[in-house]
């Protein structure tokens, strides 16, 4: 059993490090340090309000993201299929580092809006 137990406390759940602003029509996402399958739930909650709030135009910062995984991408995906499905926009900025090649990997940074800074972001969503 102590075997294991290095990798159990590794699993433990990490709240996920966020903050979710407007700039006038605009909902500002930013997300800070790790995003993965021990706090993707706390994201995905904010994604389902963005959407049952209706909101048609996301800038998620991800400036300073330092990690992710397949579930932090898979959540990042939700929210741009949900606000797209509506009609609306998501722009994806300040991706650097291990998050910006896990994208290329995975060539979502084909796919999606990626700008790189927050003001390019909301010039892109019409908010400048």
């Not at 741009?80 to 060539?107: A, D, H, M, S, W």
Request: with cysteine; net charge neutral.
């Amino acid at each position: 059993m102590l075997l294991w137990s290095p990798i159990l406390s590794a699993l433990d759940h990490q709240k996920a490090d966020f903050d979710h602003t407007k700039r006038g029509d605009i909902s500002l996402l930013t997300v800070r340090g790790v995003l993965d399958i021990t706090n993707a739930v706390d994201i995905k909650s904010e994604v389902i309000a963005i959407e049952e709030a209706g909101i048609r135009k996301v800038l998620v910062d991800l400036g300073a993201l330092r990690q992710i995984d397949s579930s932090g991408v898979g959540v990042l995906i939700s929210l741009f299929k949900r606000v797209r499905y509506v009609g609306g926009q998501v722009c994806f900025v300040g991706v650097t580092g291990q998050p910006r090649e896990v994208l290329k990997i995975l060539r979502m940074d084909r796919a999606l809006d990626l700008c790189a800074t927050v003001e390019e972001g909301l010039a892109k969503l019409g908010g400048v």
